[in-house]
């Protein structure tokens, strides 16, 4: 591949465009006597000026310097990421979807409302909720709205003044505790089992009439199902305090179980990661949240409700938290996880989570004998494997993961769940074939002898990139983060 | 039987392959470690499967239900705009090493990413006149409420002061992130469509926090930054503009009048309307506070043999490794549309973000001057960019209803959050002709007199 | 390094150096700096701010990591290294000269006698490493 390294600003030459304004059919307007010179732009901004063509291929270089679903596997742990199907890309960019204005009159934007209507309907029956509020924009936004559900819940109660506390596993997600506290919460963490679930003894200890609730995602960060978990809902419902279930790893159990039947009270959904919808280089994502019955009159306004025939929008909720996003959430990605459901159905959506089980499982048993592997049991949709044989040979978790870039593949999440040193966290998802799991699997193993026998291919990694390992230290010693 | 669903490849062999590997008979002996008390009994209830072929008519069916703005002239604006977008934009986010990553985590492997945003922080700065920038947030509201929290626990002040010329649903937004971390939301209410700097002033005090402006406000008014810095400064608040990026092509930057944060939304540069959604946050500060801004943000560094090269960095502040004590729980962001953004900063230029701003001004300049010539009032006293507010005889509701018949979406109800009885705030952008415009009066100037 | 014996230890890494009328220099320890790896940031204790022993007062980071600090005695911060916000690297280099975090004129001598001298601290980091060695 040719090294293009330019940056869009050092391509630009004055007076080039890549774009074509429609012609002024309108008088001229002077701006210093329309606005006084005071708010006159005086310098403008130094946008970069590139044609066409140029912008084009600046990008296109750019994007063959990018590794997604597309190119290759991309066993990235509790980010699910299984192909984004391409009939959902069309559909979100229909005129009808793409080209509405969001607070146009109600009656036309019925086809957005009943659709949004029915996945608020579909995502229901998957997690076991009454209802459905689709605003949030991702998975965190989605748990802050959870917790702010608590929250009001607890005030309605009038026990908000005693209830502060929010239980949290160590192997939890970090944006649970980092929600927690911007909820305005305290968090109070939970030590993990030596089989990698939640110590119940522990948990009974920090429950009491100062629990404002409980979040949990199951199967938890390490792929180990949370089996306690009717006996956990009942010490943490005891008390008085409530469950959040972090739908990050969902995929594991579509049509098989339901957070609401596991006796959670909030949910919300990574659309982005169970539903097809792809991540976008970092979003945008959707995480919708539902709730049992009772807290329905939290959740965020304006909701869309049926009247009749006609879809309406209805802010009426007293208690509701209150507007959480601008106007619905992100619709155009809530369109894509419609089109998906619709594409597989109730029995495919299981088929989706037993294929996606089945995978981690098959790729754990072949790794196992050559990587660490702490938690040997039964594993749900991803499974954790521990580089701590190889760092006493001098190769770090962090090497493993660079050299697997040189054979074509994207690394696991590492360093996380915290609670395993040198982790290595592996989701293989539904959509990899068992040519590419075991392709991988061979790859991962003559990594292991590498490590053995030629160390230093392994700490040098990547070799084949577009550039060698980056300087970290330095960039985050003298921060650049603009083009000077 | 598993081949059905087009996205899964297993076949029956490849199952029975893995099942004997890990020595079992049935797929459901993965799932005995899940209690059977909570064992679904039954198919999820949802409707059957459809192909390809007859989801895409379905969906056809649904969006052809929605009136869309390539059938109709938008005049609503109100925070979401039908503007021009280049074509090459949709190209460069189609292109699928962009849109199936993640988050780029191996930056060796996700450079073009990072480079993009990278270019992306840059470009936002040059138009806010600020010193840095992150990756985005989820929209311009979240963006508002994450500055104020940002203040809050900066200054350790427990008030923030917000000009009710910031849109609603912006100021709903940070009504339910202040009952988050717990502080004071105060109102300043407008003096016709702009601040009420009196009142602003006498709300100013050493509990404040920050001072929160709209530029252009909700109205399409000019609010004098100037001044709102200065009583942001004599209590020693900080001052946050939520500004449109659009106008920031012809107007004053708000990092030229001293503005500690600007937020706002990158919708009018690049990003469809998608019913409100995704649209892409932008949040800009000084350096002084770098280490503070929520959020990812890639900075250019080296390899190790000294080639340039970009990552995510300042990530001590963020969830993952801050855990509770991060600046913000913010992980998954808008990052596809914050290239879509950069590409058409890119392809708009230094010369043509100028030209799209101009346009809008006048447009709205000749819309509102239309309407005068017919004796309709134009509320707002300020300068505005390319909306503003009009009084009508009748409802807003009945005229819309009126314009919806003549192919018009007609513009923003004030009366509801204003008071404004019969105003409508109108929009005219980039891509309402001469045409539409007068259509626009002719129509209402005919119901004004009926 | 440094040895004298005005210089004390906390269990956290932290040492302190006492200098005349009541005044301590403080930083972290060469164990801190190699456990911590290329330190990145320093987030120096506010002038003029109260502090009591074993209280945070400062955070040093390094790219995927960021520890808090604590005041090893009570008192107030008269004087902090500025050179850290351009050149956090100091702390990595030289601990315990240019790589200083904070001066405290502390109030309570009292508190001397609960931290570890120098050989002290010694035999602490020699059990700390052996355990890690394990």
């Not at chain 1, 709205?145 to 026990?159: F, Q, R």
Request: charged share 25%; hydrophobic share 35%.
């Amino acid at each position: 591949m040719n090294e293009y390294k330019e940056l869009l600003f050092e391509i630009s030459r004055s007076n080039r465009r890549a774009c074509s304004l429609p012609q002024s059919d309108v008088p001229t307007v002077s701006l210093k006597e329309k606005f006084t010179e005071k708010f006159v732009r005086e310098e403008p901004a130094n946008l970069p000026e590139v044609s066409e063509p140029q912008l084009m291929r600046h990008y296109t270089a750019l994007s063959n310097k990018n590794f997604g679903v597309d190119n290759g596997f991309y066993p990235l742990g509790s980010c699910t990421m299984k192909y984004n199907p391409k009939i959902n890309e069309d559909v979100a960019r229909y005129d009808g979807f793409a080209h509405i204005h969001p607070l146009q009159p109600t009656q036309t934007l019925q086809g957005s409302f009943q659709l949004m209507y029915e996945l608020q309907e579909d995502l229901k029956v998957v997690s076991g909720m009454d209802e459905v509020s689709l605003q949030p924009a991702a998975g965190a936004h989605g748990e802050w709205a959870g917790l702010m559900i608590i929250k009001a819940y607890h005030e309605t109660n009038n026990e908000l003044d005693v209830r502060r506390k929010i239980l949290v596993p160590d192997s939890a997600h970090g944006t649970n505790p980092a929600s927690a506290v911007i909820a305005g919460f305290d968090v109070i963490e939970i030590p993990s089992n030596e089989d990698g679930t939640v110590d119940l003894e522990a948990l009974k200890e920090q429950v009491g009439p100062d629990t404002a609730g409980l979040m949990l995602t199951n199967p938890n960060t390490l792929g180990i199902f949370e089996k306690d978990i009717l006996e956990m809902a009942e010490i943490v419902h005891e008390v008085g305090g409530l469950l959040y279930y972090d739908g990050a790893n969902l995929n594991a159990i579509m049509g098989i179980t339901t957070p609401g039947a596991m006796g959670f009270d909030i949910v919300h959904l990574n659309l982005h990661k169970s539903f097809s919808t792809p991540h976008g280089g970092g979003g945008p994502g959707s995480g919708p949240i539902g709730v049992k019955a009772f807290l329905t009159p939290y959740l965020p306004v304006p909701k869309i409700e049926k009247s009749g025939e006609e879809f309406v929008l209805n802010s009426d909720y007293p208690l509701s938290i209150g507007r959480i996003k601008g106007y619905f959430g992100n619709f155009g990605v809530n369109v894509r996880a419609y089109t998906y459901i619709r594409t597989m159905g109730g029995s495919g959506l299981r088929k989706v989570s037993e294929s996606a089980v089945l995978h981690a499982n098959y790729l754990r048993h072949r790794l196992e004998p050559y990587y660490d592997s702490p938690y040997p049991q039964i594993c749900k949709h991803e499974f954790v494997l521990s580089g701590n044989r190889q760092k006493k040979l001098g190769v770090r978790t962090t090497d493993i993961a660079k050299r697997l870039l040189d054979f074509g593949y994207y690394a696991p999440t590492i360093y996380f769940p915290l609670i395993v040193e040198e982790c290595l966290m592996i989701e293989p998802t539904e959509t990899e074939s068992k040519e590419t799991l075991d392709e991988f699997a061979n790859v991962m193993i003559r990594i292991a002898q590498e490590v053995e026998q030629n160390p230093e291919i392994v700490t040098q990694a990547p070799h084949y990139t577009s550039v060698k390992r980056l300087d970290e230290v330095t960039a985050a010693r003298k921060p650049v983060v603009r083009f000077e | 039987m598993i081949n059905e669903f087009r996205y899964l490849p297993d076949t029956e062999q490849d199952q029975a392959e893995m099942m004997e590997a890990l020595e079992i008979h049935s797929i459901d002996e993965l799932f005995k470690d899940i209690p059977e008390e909570i064992r679904l009994k039954e198919e999820l209830v949802l409707p059957d499967a459809v192909s390809e072929s007859a989801l895409t008519k379905h969906l056809r069916k649904l969006a052809a239900l929605n009136v869309h703005s390539h059938e109709v002239a938008v005049f609503l604006g109100a925070g979401t705009y039908d503007h021009y977008i280049p074509s090459v934009v949709d190209h460069v986010i189609s292109r699928s090493e962009f849109y199936t990553a993640y988050t780029p985590y191996q930056p060796e492997a996700s450079q073009g990413e990072l480079q993009a945003i990278f270019e992306f922080q840059t470009m936002i700065t040059e138009l806010t006149g600020m010193e840095a920038a992150n990756s985005s947030l989820y929209d311009g509201f979240t963006s508002l409420g994450e500055a104020a929290n940002l203040a809050v626990v900066t200054t350790k002040r427990p008030k923030v002061v917000v000009s009710k010329g910031v849109h609603p649903q912006g100021r709903e937004v940070l009504r339910s992130v202040s009952k988050g971390r717990e502080f004071q939301l105060e109102e300043i209410p407008l003096a016709v469509d702009t601040t009420d700097l009196s009142q602003l002033e006498s709300a100013v005090d050493e509990q404040t926090a920050a001072v929160i402006v709209q530029y252009p406000n909700f109205l399409g008014s000019i609010e004098d930054l100037q001044k709102v810095k200065e009583m942001a400064v004599n209590q020693k608040a900080l001052f946050i503009v939520m500004a449109n990026p659009l106008a920031l092509g012809v107007l004053e930057s708000p990092g030229k009048f001293g503005a500690d944060i600007v937020v706002g939304d990158m919708q009018p540069l690049g990003l469809t309307m998608s019913a409100g959604g995704p649209h892409c946050g932008y949040f800009t500060v000084n350096k002084k506070h770098l280490r503070k801004i929520p959020g990812r943000i890639v900075g250019q560094t080296t390899d190790k043999e000294g080639k340039r090269g970009f990552v995510m960095t300042l990530q001590t502040r963020e969830q993952h490794i801050r855990r509770e004590k991060a600046t913000s729980n913010m992980s998954s962001n808008q990052a596809l549309n914050a290239l879509a953004s950069a590409v058409c900063m890119a392809a708009l230029g230094k010369n043509g973000i100028q030209e799209m701003a101009q346009l809008n001004v006048e447009k709205a300049d000749y819309l509102a001057n239309q309407l005068r010539s017919k004796g309709f009032k134009i509320v707002n006293q300020a300068p505005f960019f390319n909306e503003f507010a009009v009084e009508l005889k009748h409802s807003v509701k009945e005229v819309s209803a009126v314009l919806l018949e003549k192919g018009i979406i007609g513009g923003y109800d004030l009366e509801p959050e204003y008071g404004m009885k019969n105003t409508m705030l109108l929009c005219a952008t980039d891509q309402r002709t001469k045409e539409e415009m007068d259509t626009l009066v002719s129509v209402l100037e005919e119901i004004a007199y009926e | 390094m440094t040895t004298t014996k005005n210089i004390y230890f906390t269990k956290n890494h932290e040492w302190v150096l006492l200098l005349e009328d009541n005044t301590a220099r403080m930083g972290i320890t060469q164990y801190a700096t190699e456990q911590l790896g290329d330190i990145v940031f320093v987030e120096v204790p506010e002038l003029s701010s109260e502090t009591a022993m074993e209280e945070e007062i400062a955070t040093v980071e390094s790219v995927k990591s960021a520890s808090e600090i604590y005041a090893p005695l009570s008192g107030t911060v008269t004087s902090v290294n500025e050179e850290l916000e351009d050149s956090p690297e100091l702390v990595n280099e030289a601990p315990y000269e240019a790589g200083w975090l904070a001066e405290i004129h502390y109030t309570d001598t009292d508190e001397i006698s609960q931290l570890m001298n120098q050989s002290a601290y010694d035999a602490y980091v020699k059990e700390l490493k052996e355990e890690e060695g394990q």
